[in-house]
T-cell receptor, first 107, second 111 residues
Framework: DAGITQSPRHKVTETGTPVTLRCHQT?????MYWYRQDPGHGLRLIHY???????DKGEVSDGYSVSRSKTEDFLLTLESATSSQTSVYFC??????FGPGTRLTVL | GENVEQHPSTLSVQEGDSAVIKCTYS??????FPWYKQELGKRPQLIID?????GEKKDQRIAVTLNKTAKHFSLHITETQPEDSAVYFC??????????FGRGTSLIVHP
């Protein structure tokens, strides 16, 4: 599916621990996005990138940071995970193709 | 940024009926409007899209119409089947590369 993968696909962690999610694309797209999906809220933008080392905040960026050191990889870090960050995280690339998602549970 | 509103949140139809889901947007600069289907536990999949220079687009049983004056676009599914049951999302960009999505419509097709 559009050459976009996410890892890990599932993760359970404890409150206060750092977590990093990875999005990898083979399409050489300039734009990449991280969304979270929660019941009743739909897809909400966390951060996005418009090129290597070029990133910006979305509407729900608090508690998250991102990095993009090469075109194909976009990393999302939860600096100190909280239970409110339990969610399904989707990465997307230009033309709005989505990765398979990461289900994160913070206990 | 763009604000996309989607209605209804739930739509229940009988197999063979038509289903219509409507989205409104706020930014007149929006020029690309995709629709996604998301089955339980899976990623959203693009099913049809329309650009602002076109009023209607069809692909077999699905179609999308766009009214730029009223700033709304709609997804039409004809001859619904149980496998059409899913959550459907609309999107918009507001003239930027930042996609914004509606909250989704849960479509239930009863056999």
């Amino acid at each position: 599916d559009a050459g976009i993968t996410q890892s890990p696909r599932h993760k359970v962690t404890e409150t206060g621990t750092p977590v990093t999610l990875r999005c990898h694309q083979t399409e050489n797209h300039r734009y990449m996005y991280w969304y979270r999906q929660d019941p009743g809220h739909g897809l909400r933008l966390i951060h996005y990138s418009y090129g290597v080392k070029d990133t910006d905040k979305g509407e729900v960026s608090d508690g998250y940071s991102v990095s993009r050191s090469k075109t194909e990889d976009f990393l999302l870090t939860l600096e100190s995970a909280t239970s409110s960050q339990t969610s399904v995280y989707f990465c997307a690339i230009s033309e709005w193709f989505f990765g398979p998602g990461t289900r994160l549970t913070v206990l | 940024g763009e604000n996309v509103e989607q209605h209804p949140s739930t739509l229940s139809v009988q197999e063979g009926d038509s289903a219509v889901i409507k989205c409104t947007y706020s930014d007149s600069a929006s020029n690309y409007f995709p629709w996604y289907k998301q089955e339980l536990g899976k990623r959203p999949q693009l099913i049809i899209d329309i650009r602002s220079n076109v009023g209607e687009k069809k692909d077999q049983r699905i179609a999308v119409t766009l009214n730029k004056t009223a700033k709304h676009f709609s997804l039409h599914i004809t001859e619904t089947q149980p496998e059409d049951s899913a959550v459907y999302f609309c999107g918009g960009t507001g003239g930027s590369y930042i996609p914004t999505f509606g909250r989704g419509t849960s479509l239930i097709v009863h056999p």
